[in-house]
Structure formats: structure tokens, C-alpha cells
């Protein structure tokens, strides 16, 4: 079964610039999560999606980020524009049921961000 | 808050030493998982608790959840360079939502 893939792996930019990142989750899984990891840290829920909705955005900097999930499927988070303190790894995670204590996810490789 | 609170934030040891790294919350909570992501890698699920006082076993692994379910261990026995990483720990935020995750604790093991 092939896992969820994120591309690019790695982007540098510099600050006030934009960005993009792909996820493509596993078949089948109707959840779909963005993390955010800043170096030394544990990962950080930005947004989550439920199929084509989002479930919970509470800790998506809006002003500057953006995330969507066409047909349900693949997901694109957007920076635009980007900071300093933007510079982590971007994790995607998907998972098949949305149910309470049977939460597992499954995690990208993660696209590592630098902004200088 | 639902903060975890994670212990140590570093351990390097030498092959073939036992270790016990910690998991604490302030709160309860219903269920805990236990994550290790490797360089350039995203986390990978090990572990989830869910009955106070259970523990569980993943071959060198043992996994404790507190009897109060606000507390968890993770031990490795004899370890390996094969085990080196950061060991996270987690909790839904709500029933079915996303995961809060401690900072972790990176474990490297010297051969």
C-alpha cells in the first residue's frame, strides 16, 4: 500500500515570497491533517479536512496561510507570504476513520521549509 | 491545558543500555499513542493506550499508561543504533480529532 507523499522535500525561499505544498494521502482515507514541526518541537495540527471540509483551521495563520482539498482527494497548503518564522517541516498526515481512541495517522515525509 | 509534557528532552547512550522516557499531562485523557520519527521522516504510529494501567509490549518496547490515564512510559530494553529518533507521544485533542503531540525526546544510541 503506498503511503502519503508530499513533494517538494525540501524548498528555500526567501521572506515575503510564496510557497506551495502538495500532499496526496492514501486511498481511501477521508481525513487528511497539515502539521507544522518547527525544529526541537513536536508537531503542530494546522488544519484538518473531512473529505472536502475543513473540520478544524483554529491554528491556520490565515492571514498568510491558505489550504485546500479539491474532490477530497490531494491537498495544497499555501504561504504567501512567507516569514522568518515560518521555517519547518511541513507534515501531511492522513487517516481512514474519524472515530474516538482509533485515530491512526499516517504520516508524509514531511517537506522541509527554510526561509531566509 | 491539554499540554504533554515530555521527559527527557535528550538521552544518549551506548548499545545494549535500558532507558525509560515519560509522557505527562495535568489532565486525563482517554487514550495516548506513542510515535518515533526518524531523520527526514514523519512520525510512525508504535502504540496506542487506552486502559489505565495497561502496558504493552512491541518486542524491546513496554508501554505503561498510568492508572490515572494522565501519565505514560515508554522503556527499551538492550538498546540498539536501530533505535535512535524521537519518541513522541500524543492524545486527541477531542474525541476523533487531531493529535496534540509532546516535544518528544531524542534518543540517540551509540554503537
Known amino acids: 500500500e503506498a503511503g502519503v507523499a508530499q513533494s517538494p522535500r525540501y524548498k528555500i525561499i526567501e521572506k515575503r515570497q510564496s510557497v506551495a505544498f502538495w500532499c496526496n494521502p492514501i486511498?481511501?482515507?477521508?481525513?487528511l491533517y497539515w502539521y507544522q514541526q518547527i525544529l526541537g518541537q513536536g508537531p503542530k495540527l494546522l488544519i484538518q479536512f473531512q473529505n472536502n471540509g475543513v473540520v478544524d483551521d483554529s491554528q491556520l495563520p490565515k492571514d498568510r496561510f491558505s489550504a485546500e482539498r479539491l474532490k477530497g482527494v490531494d491537498s495544497t497548503l499555501k504561504i504567501q507570504p512567507a516569514k522568518l518564522e515560518d521555517s519547518a517541516v511541513y507534515l501531511c498526515?492522513?487517516?481512514?476513520?474519524?472515530?474516538?481512541?482509533?485515530?491512526?495517522?499516517?504520516f508524509g515525509p514531511g517537506t522541509r521549509l527554510t526561509v531566509l | 491545558t491539554q499540554l504533554l509534557e515530555q521527559s527527557p528532552q535528550f538521552l544518549s547512550i551506548q548499545e545494549g543500555e535500558n532507558l525509560t522516557v515519560y509522557c505527562n499531562s495535568s489532565s486525563v485523557f482517554s487514550s495516548l499513542q506513542w510515535y518515533r520519527q526518524e531523520p527526514g521522516e514523519g512520525p510512525v504510529l508504535l502504540v496506542t493506550v487506552v486502559t489505565g494501567g495497561e502496558v504493552k509490549k512491541l518486542k524491546r518496547l513496554t508501554f505503561q499508561f498510568g492508572d490515572a490515564r494522565k501519565d505514560s512510559s515508554l522503556h527499551i530494553t538492550a538498546a540498539q543504533p536501530g533505535d535512535t529518533g524521537l519518541y513522541l507521544c500524543a492524545r486527541e485533542a477531542q474525541a476523533g480529532t487531531a493529535l496534540i503531540f509532546g516535544k518528544g525526546t531524542t534518543l540517540s544510541v551509540s554503537s
Open positions: 486511498s481511501g482515507h477521508a481525513t
Open positions: 498526515a492522513s487517516s481512514l476513520v474519524w472515530l474516538a481512541g482509533e485515530n491512526e495517522q499516517f
